[in-house]
């Protein structure tokens, strides 16, 4: 959804009746609605478009023992051993929201990489003593998990994974931005979902890569103007 269109374009509409303050023309219809209507409708649009992808997403609280978070909660590091470091999204996933990850620091010395996937067990449920020592296949046996190892190829310092759940409940996923297309699919999308992921073998530290808009930039200058025009008009 392009909110700065929705912005121009009632922008426009304002600017050509200026004259004639309760009617607005569209190219198809004409409508006739308070100036207050379009204002509250234009402030849904741009929040309820932007809401989900404004939000950072960080590491949960809840944890593998082996595992220490940093930098607020957005990058996770296995301190020791190979296993003991299941982590989840602080937050739930929307469908078609992509999880970026970026490979933070890997090692040689073990077999194994990152596992990842998604749960609609909420983690806040579990104890972190309590998660089993690894993803796959521990977790992926469990109702509500499902989660694939990656290849070790890809588990590289530097490189970002991509992935996200469809409506359909297929999860796709890719590397520095290339799709590779379907993961795997059965994924149960009627309850919330949060990100699913397991620093394990050679994968030593990964982070969350937001890059979310926040209240404040250039969608708080539009809104500012659009604003100060409704008011010169009404």
Known sequence: KNVHFYIFYFVYIMYS?????????????????DIST??????????????????TIKFHNVHGENVKLLNDNTLAKREISYCKAICFSSRPIAINEKVLIRFVETSSIWDGVLSFGFTNIDPGSFRGSDLPQSASPDLKKKQGCWVE?????????????????????????????????LLFSGVSTVFPLW????????????????????????????????????????
Do not use: C, Q
């Not at 204002?39 to 309820?48: D, G, N, Q, T």
């Not at 990100?195 to 530290?205: K, M, Q, V």
């Not at 982070?207 to 808009?213: A, C, D, I």
């Not at 809104?223 to 009404?234: A, Q, R």
């Open 17 to 33: 009746n200026y004259n004639n303050r309760s009617t607005f023309y569209s190219p198809t219809t004409v409508w006739h609605v």
């Open 38 to 55: 379009v204002s509250m409708y234009l402030w849904f649009v741009i929040f309820s478009g932007n809401s989900t992808g404004n939000r």
């Open 149 to 181: 190892t990656l290849e070790k190829r890809y588990a590289v310092v530097n490189n970002v994974l991509h992935f996200y759940v469809t409506g359909n409940g297929d999860v796709m996923y890719g590397i520095n931005g290339k799709d590779f297309g």
């Open 195 to 234: 990100a699913l992921l397991d620093i394990y073998g050679n994968t030593i530290g990964i982070e969350f890569v937001n890059h979310g808009k926040h209240p404040g930039n250039i969608d708080f200058v539009f809104i500012n103007i659009l604003l100060l025009l409704l008011g010169n008009t009404i």
